[in-house]
């Protein structure tokens, strides 16, 4: 069975069912059909604390737009941290929808989960 949770503070509105639809989407695209996935839409100190802590990154290095954090658990696929000021600035600068946007960065953290990287 697929988990997946989807964590904001209020201040970020979001479809939270679409987002939660297009990740298993994802999973499923990839014949993933029981995992455990977290999703947090955070803000701009809470990524670049993650980014500092885990990435070695300083204060001055850029905001990520998302990052992911593949658990070693069987099961438990792991955590995607999405930066929602910097979602809001793609949506702009693309003229997006916002919830389209929140969704395709969802997306890009789950195929780093699964081990799929750029090239």
């Known amino acids: 069975m697929l988990r997946i949770y989807i964590t904001r503070q209020s201040r970020y509105p979001a479809d939270i069912k679409s987002l939660k639809e297009r990740v298993r989407t994802v999973l499923r695209e990839n014949n993933v059909t029981d995992a455990v996935v977290n999703v947090a839409l955070v803000g701009e100190r809470k990524i670049r604390e993650l980014g500092q802590k885990y990435l070695e990154e300083t204060e001055k290095d850029p905001a990520h737009e998302v990052l992911s954090f593949p658990y070693g658990e069987s099961g438990q696929l792991g955590d995607i941290a999405i930066c929602y000021p910097e979602?809001?600035?793609?949506?702009?600068?693309?003229?997006?929808?916002?919830?389209?946007?929140?969704?395709?960065?969802?997306?890009h953290g789950i195929l780093h989960l699964l081990g799929k990287h750029h090239e």
Do not use: T
């Open 87 to 107: 979602a809001r600035k793609i949506a702009i600068k693309k003229n997006r929808l916002m919830d389209d946007v929140l969704g395709e960065l969802a997306e």
